[in-house]
């Protein structure tokens, strides 16, 4: 038996929030206790049930392989490929990303990362606005105002009220949930509504109409609003719109009730737009909730290699950028690609139906420490080590801040980075091969 | 593959007059039917849902619900859907079950 050891200050690898006061103990090089962490948080890092070995299917059966052999496989399969997707990379490092784009440049394929179904349309909707952001430290420590807009920290972020936004006490907003006006619009109630001072209910798909209406009460257009809209009276609307404007300071975050609503990155160009025009008034500053914990990396690391954000094409010899057409859930509605490298995200849950059938019927390889429904669609499957948890590197927090992973215990499954190196290296080996004998 | 993941999300939240007027009790199942798919969740009481409303947690039972139309932005349409609600005594299916035939 050897010595307790406790990791202090440890960044928690499961959500947007990147907690990085998490306390961890670990004991005979496994993790005894998480402490800090929500409860989502601490399931990720004590972990549970792993893939144990790499595995190729044979005969419709996965088999156990060797790495190098699963290595080879995957190898192949991009080769043959002409225009393969290599999708997911939220809940994996920055430096599993640089080598994913690494990769996707050598095999021309697709990269795309898991905000395609979750913030793709805010990604959009930045693209044409402008974000007019802060860290989530400056609204922990100045914010007065917070909506909660379409999201549901209290469930889906389970300490981003206690740590940074609505029931923190910071520099300035000592008095913590008691100082502060809480606004949430939603379309059904929610644990984050009972915590508000003041819920909006908004039909479904009609987020861009009571934007606009609060755009108009806040330019002092309300003679031009409706009695109602999406469902809200004018006189709440006008309620809400005095409230934003007599902010000292205020924050909107928003969800995918917003983006995966009608009108999606339209939602957010407009949100972003009222979020601007506030500033006329008052400090204002706009978030998207992200979900996985490096989701925000992956965005990062694409658009400082190929200067696009999300779904780059790499086929054309240069990068290329087209949500609708190059992201890929619209590749594979369309039949468009003929093998897929999945990592870090299971596909084939998220997808539409229709969309992740579209998976089962080319060669798809899984790069992942857990066993998901995607593995049942896999051809080739590679089980890595946990980065955050068992390997370092660099994750980016929901406002940008760029964070370092510490590694907790040894592994003795290589890291994400490792396995992309290994098939990298195949891929080189293979086209050489090929080369000789052509030769 | 946690169990306890898919219990999460294989539900079915309606507001409990619908859940009144559908015949539902606690435990009972109900059948969601729209243009794209058919799928069946465990009903739950939801007090804060307004009527004729359901909510589902995101995952694979609800993504049987959902179209592969992005509207040019890539993300599909996962919320307002429209969709038709009984109640029935059919099974909901566990995951492997739920992609029996599309496996590779």
């Not at chain 1, 606005?129 to 430290?137: F, M, N, S």
């Not at chain 1, 379409?150 to 006490?169: F, W």
């Not at chain 2, 539900?11 to 539902?24: A, R, V």
Request: aromatic share 6%.
């Amino acid at each position: 038996m050897s010595e307790a050891i406790m990791i202090k200050d440890a960044v928690c690898s499961f959500c947007g929030c990147l907690c990085d006061d998490i306390n961890v103990e670990v004991e005979d090089g496994k993790i005894q206790r998480v402490r800090h962490a929500c409860r989502l948080g601490s399931s990720k890092i004590m972990g549970h049930a792993r893939i144990q070995s790499p595995m190729i299917r044979k005969n419709g059966v996965l088999v156990a392989s060797s790495f190098q052999e699963a290595y080879d496989k995957a190898a192949k399969i991009l080769l043959a490929a002409a225009k393969p997707l290599l999708y997911g990379w939220a809940s994996t490092s920055c430096e599993a990303a640089k080598k994913g784009i690494l990769l996707a440049e050598e095999v021309g394929g697709v990269l795309d990362s898991t905000a395609t179904v979750c913030h793709g349309p805010s990604v959009i909707g930045i693209e044409e606005k402008g974000l007019p952001g802060a860290t989530l430290g400056q609204v922990k420590n100045r914010a007065d105002t917070i909506v909660f807009w379409g999201c549901n920290p209290a469930e889906a972020h389970p300490r981003h009220s206690l740590r940074y936004s609505s029931n923190s006490c910071g520099k300035f907003t000592q008095e913590g949930r008691e100082g502060r006006k809480i606004i949430v619009v939603d379309v059904r109630e929610t644990k984050t509504s009972k915590n508000a001072d003041k819920f909006i209910r908004i039909i479904p798909g009609s987020d861009y109409e009571v934007i606009s209406a609060l755009r108009m009460l806040v330019a002092g257009k309300g003679d031009n609003v409706p009695d109602e809209v999406g469902g809200v009276s004018k006189a709440d609307l006008a309620d809400i719109a005095a409230t934003l404007k007599a902010a000292k300071f205020g924050a909107v975050f928003f969800g995918l009730g917003i983006t995966h609503s009608r009108g999606r990155y339209k939602n957010i160009d407009n949100a972003l737009s009222l979020v601007a025009e506030l500033n006329s008034h008052s400090k204002f500053v706009v978030m998207p909730m992200r979900g996985h914990y490096n989701v925000g990396g992956i965005g990062q690391v694409l658009a400082w290699s190929s200067g696009y954000p999300m779904s780059v094409d790499f086929t054309r010899g240069g990068p290329y950028f087209n949500p609708g057409e190059t992201a890929a859930c619209d590749l594979l509605a369309r039949r468009d690609v003929d093998a897929a490298l999945i990592i870090a995200a299971d596909a084939v849950s998220n997808f539409p139906r229709a969309t992740a059938e579209a998976l089962a019927g080319i060669p798809v390889i899984q790069i992942d420490p857990y066993e998901n429904p995607t593995t049942l669609l896999s051809d080739v499957v590679i089980p890595s080590a946990i980065a955050g948890v068992e390997v370092e590197g660099t994750a980016y927090r929901m406002d940008g801040l760029a964070l370092r992973l510490r590694k907790m215990v040894d592994s003795s499954f290589p890291s994400d980075e490792d396995i992309l190196m290994g098939i990298l290296e195949s891929v080189h080996k293979q086209r050489q091969l090929a080369a000789n004998e052509g030769a | 593959m946690s169990p306890d993941f898919f219990k999460a999300v294989a539900i079915c939240h309606l507001s409990e007059k619908d859940f009144k007027s559908l015949g539902l009790s606690e435990g009972r199942n109900v059948l969601l039917k729209n243009e794209f798919g058919q799928v069946v969740l465990t009903a739950k009481k939801d007090a804060g849902l307004p009527d004729s409303m359901v909510f589902i947690p995101m995952g694979p039972w609800a993504n049987v619900l959902v179209g592969t139309e992005t509207g040019g932005c890539g993300t599909p349409h996962f919320k307002g859907l429209e969709v038709e609600v009984a109640a029935t005594n059919s099974p909901v299916l566990n995951i492997r079950e739920l992609f029996s035939g599309m496996g590779a």
